[in-house]
């Protein structure tokens, strides 16, 4: 049976690179978790997203054209297209919660568009609905509202925090989870996968060929003791969180590989990032689009096996 999903807030379709990951995976039938997305089917039919870059990006991967409109211009989500809908996932701005964001919360007009997901629950109630936000969310007006939506139209819920280094992943990017479901069986824990992978699987060493990934020296002296500066060599590194700001900000937005014999301090490429992020390799090659917006993009974007955890979670009946 398909599971018909809108991803809400898509951006570069986190989600969508789930489904794609695991169902290529699914034939191998590797797990429990595996079976239940083979079995389900699900799919993203429709994918909404103010910005208008990340269209041809996320048609050339998932193979739709998200529709670039504000959420908050929506009707209806089930306008948005013309099959019916199983399952809502959104990731909205998370600004309105974070320190650098001022945590203005219900008086940031970018927190208007969860606003009008909130009054479109009750009206839609789509079967399944995910969200994805920073921790500070957690406890935020717009979370006491969302729950008490949900739990007025009937939903279980389940919340969740969780980083990919709890799936063996080297890459810190601690997020609050929010799973809601009409009936079915209880939405289960997340099993913590204690194997660890290597940061060396996940970095491509013909990127120090690449100059325009390295960081001045002047810069690094200025800003050493700040920067989140990882020895390649190190085997048991995990990087920083890396966000939207990697490339524009040399503090507090990711990290960066010093290598003693080149005596260079450089940044991660996009597809070393999209990688850790569990995305397919090379995932911004061939894409015509700056290094700035795939640095933009990635660091909005979701940590796909835990998504994909989630997503197992939301479909196990
Ligand atoms: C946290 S990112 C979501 C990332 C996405 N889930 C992914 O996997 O890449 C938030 C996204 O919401 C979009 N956005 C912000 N405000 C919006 C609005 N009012 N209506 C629609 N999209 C909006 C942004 O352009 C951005 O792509």
Same mark, same amino acid.
């Given at each position: 049976?398909? @599971?018909?999903?809108?991803?809400? %807030? ?17 034939? $191998? ?57 199983? #399952?809502?996932? #959104? ?33 839609? $109630? ?54 809601? $479901? ?15 992978? $290597?940061?060396?699987?996940? @970095? ?46 040399? @503090? ?31 995932? %911004?090659?061939? #894409?015509? #689009? ?28």
């Amino acid at each position: 049976m398909q @599971i018909r999903i809108a991803d809400l %807030f898509c951006g570069i379709g986190g989600i969508a690179e789930a489904i794609h990951l695991r169902s290529q995976s699914a034939s $191998k039938d590797d797990g429990k978790i595996v079976s239940e997305l083979s079995r389900w089917h699900p799919k993203v039919v429709t994918a909404i997203d103010i910005d208008r870059s990340v269209a041809s990006l996320y048609q050339h991967h998932h193979g739709i054209s998200p529709r670039c409109s504000t959420i908050e211009s929506l009707q209806r989500v089930a306008e948005a297209s013309s099959e019916q809908l199983d #399952m809502w996932w #959104m990731s909205p701005p998370c600004q309105p919660y974070t320190i650098r964001g001022s945590q203005r919360g219900n008086h940031d007009s970018r927190s208007h568009a969860l606003a009008r997901i909130l009054t479109l629950i009750p009206l839609e $109630k789509p079967r399944m609905i995910g969200l994805e936000n920073v921790p500070a969310f957690e406890g935020s007006q717009h979370h006491q509202q969302l729950k008490q939506t949900l739990h007025d139209a009937d939903y279980q819920i389940q919340e969740y925090t969780l980083c990919p280094t709890e799936l063996g992943i080297p890459m810190r990017r601690k997020r609050f989870y929010l799973l809601a $479901k009409q009936g079915g069986k209880r939405l289960a824990d997340i099993s913590i996968n204690q194997q660890h992978r $290597k940061l060396k699987e996940f @970095i491509d060493e013909a990127c120090w060929e690449d100059k325009t990934l390295h960081v001045p020296l002047e810069d690094v002296r200025l800003y050493e003791k700040a920067m989140n500066i990882i020895d390649a060599q190190d085997s048991d590194a995990i990087t920083a969180c890396f966000t939207s700001a990697y490339r524009k900000s040399p @503090i507090r937005s990711g990290s960066y590989l010093h290598c003693s014999t080149r005596r260079a301090v450089r940044r991660f490429s996009p597809n070393e990032i999209a990688r850790l992020m569990g995305f397919r390799n090379d995932f %911004f090659s061939k #894409m015509n #689009m700056s290094q700035r917006s795939q640095y933009r993009l990635i660091g909005n974007s979701l940590a796909v096996p835990v998504v994909y955890d989630l997503l197992s979670v939301l479909l196990a009946d």
